[in-house]
């Protein structure tokens, strides 16, 4: 069996595309869905500028197929829960479409920039192209991010340091690298916000928010890739 890693461009639906025009808002499932009617339900956790989500959650809550959007955290903060009620006869399903072609998937599927990321699981009968071409055929778009036996996967297995890239922002990306070349990072540190700032043209407090989204990033993806410590008795 392999792993494979898909990013997906939705086209023509409001996660891919109201997500397109905010990209430094990164949405998540963090629930399954409930109901069996045109009604269904579930629990979407929304990250990133506390400054621009609301306005997003505005845009997305005004798309079509959204029924409903509840805040159940203050939007004014880094990481908002959701409860999102949407009528599926009018939300084209990447999991629908998996499932009706046999498909295993990872759960909890984020989203930025307008890309959802898509682990799937692959036997020997399943056939990338095919699935790449049902995907494409329905007008999206994909790119391959890896694909890898399962036995070749270890607790060592190297980041993927390109994904990990494409899901920063520029500005994010720019900051980041600029604190790393001034030493902000070192044991004695060799920079300070405000000389970050300075240097790539943005206030301190500006500065500060775009790095800390940056580690966080950085962070949420080692995360996937470290043991975790066993439970003290």
């Given amino acids: 069996m392999r792993e494979v890693i898909l990013l997906i461009r939705h086209h023509g639906e409001p996660e891919s595309d109201i997500s397109a025009r905010y990209p430094e ?28 989500i609301p306005a997003f959650l505005d845009e997305f809550g005004e798309a079509d197929p959204i029924l409903a959007l509840e805040p159940l955290s203050p939007v004014n903060r880094e990481r908002v829960f959701v409860a999102m009620t949407y009528d599926a006869y009018k939300w084209d399903s990447i999991s629908e479409r998996l499932s009706d072609m046999g498909i295993h998937y990872r759960n909890g599927t984020t989203i930025t920039a307008g890309w959802e990321r898509w682990t799937l699981y692959l036997g020997d009968d399943d056939d990338l192209p095919t699935i790449v071409g049902a995907i494409e055929g329905a007008g999206n778009e994909t790119r391959l991010v890896r694909s890898v036996e399962l036995s070749d996967i270890d607790v060592n297995e190297q980041l993927d340091v390109t994904e990990l890239v494409r899901e920063l922002t520029s500005r994010q990306r720019e900051v980041l690298a600029t604190a790393i070349e001034r030493g902000y990072y070192r044991v004695q540190r060799e920079s300070t916000i405000e000389e970050i700032g300075e240097e790539v043209g943005i206030a301190p407090t500006t500065t500060w928010e775009h790095l800390k989204r940056a580690e966080h990033k950085v962070m949420r993806e080692m995360a996937d890739h470290l043991d975790r410590p066993a439970a003290r008795r």
């Fill in 25 to 52: 808002v990164t949405l998540q499932s963090r629930s399954s869905m409930t109901g069996r009617t045109a009604s269904r339900k579930r629990i979407i956790e929304v990250s990133g500028d506390p400054a621009v």
